[in-house]
């Protein structure tokens, strides 16, 4: 989750005293308004953080001041509030902690104004299909996928093996993941303050391992939910199929042979893969066009050199040493006298992928990926060294998609077969922290791009997002 802030400049909330206006921030998720909050609320959450889990746990919160704040006192509580908040979520018990992501819950329906009441909302399929489920506006994310899985006869023990997305529809019928929902948003408030219907909330499997497909075809529901994304991937091209790949599929779609037509999928380039929207990366040099796609353990790239010529390669997630993703916002007001651009419910912000790869034995590379959907493609980095820490501890997938959709798997749980390394600092100054990556999952060979293989692999083991506040305040509440 990756978080900016900037000062409210339409606050609605009654003022403490005329003499006083309230310092608000907007809490911006993925450069979208997710809620406005006061000082005095974060200080509440920290005070009940610290009543729950005690001083040592809890990082340093900035302290309350007397007096109006100076614009540089301004900076630095902007600055210790970022601090904060990156050490909330990293933690892999209050980040993960039900009060925490509740916060969040509330202030973002209390931000968009909307009452708690009975909604239906339009949940959709791969196949186009809608599925009209009546919930509540306060209904976290959870809440609505068991509503769906429920409308769908989808058993209990499979509900965990899907996860619902934020997607948006292009006019040319393309398909851009924004976001996988989280347990700090509501759904339906995520949805309607877009106020677009272009975006919808895409229900979609949330494995890698075509393993798992298994599990899921056993049951007649998954078996079609399943067959309606490998279809939906096919059309969109996603997946590639020669012409006798697509005869065969065509013959099995005629017979009703929905297996069969998932298998051969299996065997096709890019199954069970995610498309994202072209980008810019500086591999193999600056400024080149891309389109990555994430799928069996890997980023691969589809790379147009300035030259004109098409490259692909493919980077092994077990081959990554670390990954990060930054952020740039423009100043709160420029040198040509703009305002600042986060004071709305949009939020100009350029997000960064990094990974440090390893290239060749002893040789390491970063390689950076401009996207709008970057987040969305750590999102599944992360998701992809869970499930290798899991098959690599001898643990069981299906348990832990259990335990993720109950509610009880913190971060640090697919960490428990490995020592997590500590920080490792970036070798640019201007950048975040990054988290290094464990050494210890099996080799898995390397095709593409890299020109050498190596007998040495290096592995993710987690990421946690990145935090940046930027506004002002005047007074504490």
């Not at 009543?51 to 630095?76: C, D, H, M, R, W």
């Not at 990293?90 to 969040?104: K, T």
């Not at 293989?453 to 940046?468: E, T, V």
Request: charged share 25%; with cysteine.
């Amino acid at each position: 989750m990756s978080i900016y802030m900037s000062v409210s400049n339409n606050y609605s909330l009654p003022l403490i005293s005329p003499h006083s206006f309230p310092q608000a921030y907007n809490i911006h998720v993925n450069g979208v308004l997710h809620c406005r909050v006061r000082y005095s609320q974060l200080l509440g959450l920290h005070e009940q953080i610290k009543k729950e889990y005690g001083s040592n746990v809890v990082p340093a919160f900035p302290p309350k001041k007397i007096f109006t704040l100076t614009p540089a006192e301004v900076e630095q509580r902007r600055e210790q509030l970022e601090k904060y908040m990156q050490a909330v979520r990293q933690d892999p018990l209050l980040g993960a902690s039900e009060m925490f992501n509740s916060f969040l819950r509330k202030a973002q329906q209390e931000t968009q104004q909307i009452p708690t009441e009975e909604v239906a909302l339009d949940i959709c399929l791969s196949n186009g299909q809608k599925v009209t489920v009546n919930i509540l506006t306060s209904d976290q994310t959870e809440d609505v996928l068991d509503a769906v899985a429920t409308k769908l006869d989808l058993p209990d023990d499979l509900v965990g093996y899907f996860s619902l997305f934020l997607v948006r529809e292009g006019v040319d019928g393309g398909l851009t993941f924004v976001r996988k929902l989280q347990e700090f948003e509501l759904p339906y408030v995520s949805i309607t303050s877009l106020r677009s219907s272009e975006f919808h909330i895409l229900l979609r499997k949330s494995y890698w391992d075509m393993a798992y497909d298994g599990d899921v075809m056993d049951n007649r529901v998954g078996l079609n939910l399943l067959y309606a994304q490998t279809v939906s991937d096919i059309e969109r091209g996603w997946i590639l199929v020669n012409k006798d790949q697509h005869r065969q599929l065509k013959s099995l779609q005629e017979k009703g042979s929905k297996k069969e037509f998932i298998h051969l999928g299996q065997t096709l380039k890019y199954y069970g893969y995610i498309k994202f929207d072209p980008c810019i990366t500086d591999f193999p040099e600056k400024g080149c066009q891309v389109i990555v796609s994430a799928g069996n353990n890997e980023l691969n790239f589809h790379v147009k050199l300035p030259n004109e010529q098409m490259k692909e390669g493919s980077f092994k997630v077990t081959r990554m040493r670390c990954w990060r993703v930054t952020s740039s916002i423009p100043a709160p007001n420029g040198a040509n006298g703009t305002t600042n651009p986060c004071s709305s419910s949009k939020c100009e912000v350029k997000l960064e992928l990094a990974f440090e790869y390893l290239m060749s034995k002893d040789r390491l590379q970063w390689v950076t990926i401009t996207s709008q959907q970057a987040i969305m493609m750590s999102i599944c980095l992360q998701s992809m060294v869970d499930e290798l820490m899991v098959k690599k501890s001898g643990g069981s997938i299906k348990k832990m998609l259990r335990k993720r959709h109950n509610g009880s798997i913190h971060r640090s749980d697919s960490q428990q077969a490995v020592k997590s390394p500590p920080l490792l600092d970036s070798p640019d100054p201007n950048r975040e922290q990054i988290v290094k990556l464990s050494t210890k999952l099996s080799s898995v060979s390397l095709r593409g791009i890299s020109a050498s293989n190596s007998a040495n692999d290096i592995s993710g083991n987690d990421f946690h997002g990145n935090y940046a506040f930027e506004g002002i305040g005047d007074d504490d509440l």
